[in-house]
């Protein structure tokens, strides 16, 4: 009997405690497997424009590319057309951006951090601008797959600061990549091998500047048998609990083991005699 991964997806934004309006976005795609996030920056609520602009654009851009290769999907040999197809995306989300800063000069200077995560047979795309991160929950241990794109990062590669100080840094939120911003961004993507009993998050630094990893790994383990929006609403209070200092944003998916049910008898039959 076949057997295959089946995703589950959640998703949760909240404005914070402090923030008077809300300028991330998020989206996912459960059809074509995909999940979005972006948390923009930049006043007059112009970072709410662009982490708009950048979500709406990218998942159109996937879902049209995504279509056209539904022929070969999820079985692409390598992962050259999918890394090929996001980079474009979000390039294209990058260039309306600029385009709308330009034709609108209240949002100069706008601009978005992005992660999106793209999953194909058994293995997931992760592709990043900013300091949005993606963790993996398996078998119990929590793993951040992404590097943020930050000065506090750039230290902390350089042993100028301690990881137990870093949360504490008055320079954490200084990216040093961003979408909307200029015309050469440059986009990080990675592929991960994806197995059954995987926990995917996706967030905003309004997560994770509030939360230590060993709490979001205690409400995630905590509620590994429960619906993933109470994960979702889970992380987001305890966000709010530790000060809610900014917009908070989580996506969550699952990955299940699939198991199709058996055929006929006549199939099973068959099938022993072949």
Not at 16 to 43: Q, T
Not at 65 to 82: C, E, F, I, N, Y
Not at 109 to 120: E, N, P, Q, S
Not at 248 to 262: E, R
Request: net charge negative.
């Amino acid at each position: 009997m076949a057997h295959h991964l089946r995703l589950e997806f959640a998703a949760k934004t909240d404005t914070g405690l402090v923030r008077s309006h809300n300028e991330d976005c998020v989206a996912i795609s459960p059809e074509h497997g995909f999940a979005i996030l972006a948390d923009g920056m930049g006043g007059y609520q112009a970072g709410e424009v662009a982490s708009g602009i950048a979500t709406a654009v990218l998942k159109k851009s996937l879902e049209e590319g995504l279509a056209r290769l539904s022929d070969k999907w999820p079985h692409l040999q390598g992962s050259g057309q999918v890394h090929q197809l996001m980079d474009e995306a979000i390039h294209r989300a990058n260039n309306a951006i600029l385009e709308a800063a330009r034709t609108e000069s209240r949002y100069e200077g706008m601009g978005t951090t992005l992660v999106a995560a793209l999953f194909r047979g058994d293995t997931v795309t992760i592709a990043h601008v900013g300091d949005s991160r993606a963790y993996r929950l398996r078998q119990g241990d929590l793993l951040q797959i992404t590097k943020d794109h930050s000065l506090l990062q750039e230290q902390l590669d350089a042993g100028l600061i301690s990881p137990e100080w870093a949360r504490f840094s008055a320079i954490k939120n200084l990216v040093t990549r961003a979408v909307g911003v200029g015309p050469d961004m440059e986009v990080e993507m990675r592929d991960h091998h994806v197995e059954a009993g995987d926990l995917y998050l996706l967030c905003s630094d309004g997560l994770s500047d509030m939360l230590a990893e060993q709490e979001i790994s205690e409400i995630l383990l905590e509620n590994k048998r429960q619906p993933l929006n109470n994960a979702c609403g889970m992380l987001v209070q305890k966000a709010n609990d530790n000060g809610g200092r900014d917009n908070i944003s989580v996506i969550l998916i699952n990955v299940l083991l699939d198991s199709p049910q058996a055929g006929s008898l006549l199939d099973r039959v068959l099938h022993w005699f072949a």
